[in-house]
């Protein structure tokens, strides 16, 4: 795993977009594996400048998202689905119909999550996944657990990712407990992997990543047996 540490988010976020800049210049069908939560909204702001300033351009990148919340209805303002398309979609020239977050009113979600992975290895699988990091070592809704499932599959969430995530709702009841979400196996296909973090309430995941032996008590450990992965994080993150 290759680490890059910033000083600040803002550095973080550039330096996470200039990757991705990069990437959609050389390869401008190129296929992106996205992620919502607070981290990555610095990135897309990035992103959706480098779009306005002509720098790059969407019109041929296809995008598939990690996660979503399960069951919600795509219009429900805390899906991800809405999260996308208010923080980078509607703000960028890409084509909606290329834009894909797993379905959060699945009523199949065994033959939905294994059309997921299909539909991603039939568009060439991913060139670049982002990922956020849990405080609890998740990455997308692969929470820590005595086992891990390769492909996106629905799963229930811990409590501690509940309370985490209760800051966008109304109450903390209203935070569903299940999640569709892109299985280990899904994301450890993608050819280049960025994983961001900022905070330090994220320096204990990132301490148990990096020192811990690949665990399923910390599913981002398994990242450090994919080949082409970046740690992009800030001071706070890597030192605590
Ligand atoms: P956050 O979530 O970016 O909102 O901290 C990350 C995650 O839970 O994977």
């Known amino acids: ?30 296929v992106l594996g996205l992620a919502t939560g607070s981290t990555p909204v610095g990135m897309y702001r990035e992103l959706i400048a480098k779009t306005a300033a002509g720098e790059i351009s969407f019109r041929d990148v296809t995008t598939y998202n990690l996660d979503e919340y399960y069951p919600i209805a795509p219009t429900h303002e805390q ?50 996944q982002v990922l956020g990091i849990g405080q609890n070592g998740h990455i997308a809704f692969n929470e820590p657990d005595e086992a ?38 899904s994301i450890m296909k993608a050819k280049k992997i960025i994983l961001l973090a ?15 032996k690949i665990t399923t008590a910390c599913p981002a450990t398994f990242l450090k047996a994919h080949a082409d992965v970046y740690l992009i994080c800030d001071t706070a993150a890597y030192n605590g």
Do not use: W
Request: aromatic share 8%; proline share 4%; hydrophobic share 40%.
């Open 148 to 185: 891990l499932i390769a492909g996106t599959h629905i799963t229930a969430l811990t409590e501690d990712t509940i309370d985490a995530n209760s800051r966008f709702f109304a109450s903390r009841d209203d935070v569903p407990t299940r999640a569709f979400t892109m299985g280990i196996g």
């Open 198 to 212: 900022n905070g330090a309430n994220k320096h204990a995941a990132i301490a148990q990543m990096l020192d811990d």
């Open 79 to 128: 899906s991800y689905r809405y999260f996308m398309n208010e923080n980078l979609f509607s703000h960028i020239d890409i084509d909606p119909e290329r834009t894909f977050v797993p379905n959060g009113l699945t009523e199949n979600p065994e033959e939905e999550g294994a059309a997921y992975d299909a539909a991603i290895e039939a568009a060439g699988g991913i060139d670049l």
């Open 1 to 30: 795993m290759k680490i890059i540490v910033c000083e600040n988010y803002q550095e973080m976020s550039s330096r996470a977009a200039e990757i991705i800049a990069d990437l959609v210049k050389a390869k401008p069908s190129c």
